[in-house]
């Protein structure tokens, strides 16, 4: 696994297979975001059957081909979506062709994973939540940030536990390195993007969501803005926001592009859980300046007094097998529709609503 970028971030677990061998056969398909391997990776390991893969890009399928060497090369879409046996469809598409190929699949009676974030426009989610509705197929989402770090798992395990009390604030940072040459071009393009409070603020309005138990929240303000990309004046390298829960806890989030090249991984993720019998620190990419670059800190303070846990290896992604339980039984364990659909929904109501800060942007 690569700590250059977010975009190759794809981690490695121990497989824990909630399935028989065959049981859950799924496709890949809309190769155009590297996180299309962190999905891939985490559904295998809990016994999914990676049968197909198809992108109309041959170099994408070759490169997807040469980690996954089992899996069979679709001549088309439809191809995979006609296969009765296909019981999911993983895809990390252009962020504005993600929710069509949701409803695409949905209709075709499958279940649909994709990265997020999931939706560009209040169109596309509205779209979704009816075909999900009618179909009763599952879209779920690849909130990586709180799935696929085990210290952001062990905090949500912790908060359910009683650990440090009712959740009373949560404050993210979500800071990522550009690597603009390594890009592609829809990278770079609003309408293709959504913006920085959509796209990678999607995984901080999740972790407020599931931290605090709300099921709604109202966006207080938000602001965004391009202070070092002058060559891109569609990009949005900054970006924050204020939200309210319906159960009255409050949460804050920074987003940006502005990681230094001196860093060791693509960014220094923290969360920070306010309780009201305790606190709760996630260090989840890196603990700068020590000596070992892994990640996965958790720091807890209650009355019982504090404790360093660390976390790498120690605790897995249970997401992955839930999900794949919840498909075969129809259940939601893993992480319900409403809950998917409403991160959503509040990192577009961000983006929509948040107000220019002083830099180069030129875009509202």
């Not at 905090?155 to 949560?170: E, K, M, Y």
């Amino acid at each position: 696994m690569s700590n250059s970028d977010g975009m190759t971030y794809a981690p490695q677990g121990k497989p824990a297979p909630v399935c028989y061998p065959g049981e859950f056969p799924i496709a890949a398909v809309a190769l155009d975001h590297g996180h299309i391997y962190g999905q891939c990776n985490a559904l295998t390991e809990a016994g999914a059957e990676l049968r197909w893969v198809y992108d109309p890009d041959p170099e994408k399928v070759a490169a997807f081909q040469t980690r996954f060497p089992q899996v069979r090369v679709a001549p088309t879409l439809e191809h995979i979506l006609d296969d009765p046996d296909i019981a999911l469809v993983a895809a990390a598409a252009v962020p504005s062709e993600r929710g069509a190929l949701g409803c695409r699949v949905m209709e075709s009676g499958k279940d649909y994973f994709t990265d997020k974030t999931p939706f560009t426009t209040f169109e596309q989610l509205t779209q979704a939540r009816d075909v999900a509705h009618r179909t009763a197929q599952k879209y779920m989402v690849y909130y990586s940030e709180r799935l696929h770090v085990e210290s952001a798992v062990f905090a949500g395990q912790l908060i359910r536990d009683g650990a440090i009390g009712q959740v009373v604030q949560t404050m993210g940072t979500g800071p990522h390195r550009l690597s603009a040459g390594s890009r592609p071009s829809w990278f770079f393009e609003r309408e293709k993007y959504g913006g920085i409070l959509c796209d990678i603020g999607s995984h901080q309005s999740e972790q407020f969501l599931h931290y605090t138990g709300s099921t709604d929240a109202t966006v207080n303000f938000s602001a965004v803005g391009n202070f070092n990309n002058p060559d891109f004046p569609e990009l949005e390298d900054f970006g924050e926001a204020s939200l309210t829960g319906n159960q009255g806890a409050s949460g804050y989030y920074r987003v940006d592009w502005l990681t230094p090249a001196g860093l060791r991984t693509w960014g220094d993720g923290r969360t920070f859980i306010l309780g009201t019998k305790g606190y709760i620190e996630l260090r989840k990419y890196i603990d700068i300046t020590r000596e070992t670059a892994d990640g996965n800190h958790l720091f807890l303070v209650n009355d019982e007094g504090e404790n360093y846990i660390p976390c790498s290896g120690n605790v897995g992604y249970p997401f992955f097998g839930e999900l794949i339980l919840d498909c075969l039984n129809r259940t939601e364990h893993a992480m319900t529709q409403a809950h998917a659909f409403k991160a959503a929904e509040l990192c577009l109501q961000a983006q929509a609503q948040a107000r220019v800060l002083g830099g180069t942007s030129a875009l509202s």
